[in-house]
C-alpha cells in the first residue's frame, strides 16, 4: 500500500494553476517550497495529515489538505478572502488519482490570519479526502 499524499499534492497543484480564476489573481505562482524572489499574492501547500482508513476488504485513507494564500496590501483582507473563495471553487470537481479511487472530496474550512509582521494576510484553505488504494 502507498501514501497517495504525494499523488494527491500534484493533483492539487495542477487544478490550482490551471483555473482561470486563480491565473488572473496568482499567475500560476503556486509553490511547495516557496521562492524568495516569489510576489504577493500566492499560494502554498504545506500542512494536513494522512490517516489510515482499512477495513476487512479495502485499503483507504483520510487525508486532510491545507491551501496557504498570502497577500499584501493593498486591500490584502479582502484579496486572501476573495483567493480563498477561488481556491474553494477550483476544488470542486472531483480529482482523478492514478493508482487511487477519490470516494470523498470536501471543502472543510477556511481560516484567515493576520501575520505578526502587521502586513501579511493569510487564509488556510482546509480540504479532506477518503481515498481507496486500487493497486
Known amino acids: 500500500m502507498s501514501d497517495p499524499s504525494e499523488k494527491l499534492q500534484a493533483a492539487i497543484v495542477a487544478r490550482l494553476k490551471a483555473d482561470a480564476a486563480l491565473i488572473t489573481s496568482i499567475d500560476k505562482r503556486v509553490y511547495d517550497e516557496v521562492p524568495t524572489s516569489s510576489r504577493f ?25 491545507q491551501v496557504h494564500v498570502w497577500t499584501q496590501p493593498p486591500f490584502a483582507g479582502v484579496t486572501m478572502k476573495r483567493i480563498a473563495g477561488q481556491v474553494r471553487a477550483a476544488m470542486r470537481a472531483p480529482l482523478a488519482l492514478a493508482g487511487f479511487d477519490v470516494l470523498v472530496q470536501e471543502f472543510v474550512q477556511s481560516q484567515w490570519l493576520d501575520d505578526p509582521d502587521g502586513q501579511t494576510r493569510h487564509a488556510v484553505v482546509e480540504f479532506r479526502f477518503v481515498i481507496v488504494h486500487t493497486s
Open 41 to 65: 499574492p500566492y499560494l502554498s501547500t504545506s500542512g494536513g495529515q494522512v490517516l489510515g482508513d482499512d477495513d476487512d476488504c479495502i485499503d483507504a485513507s483520510e487525508v486532510t489538505y
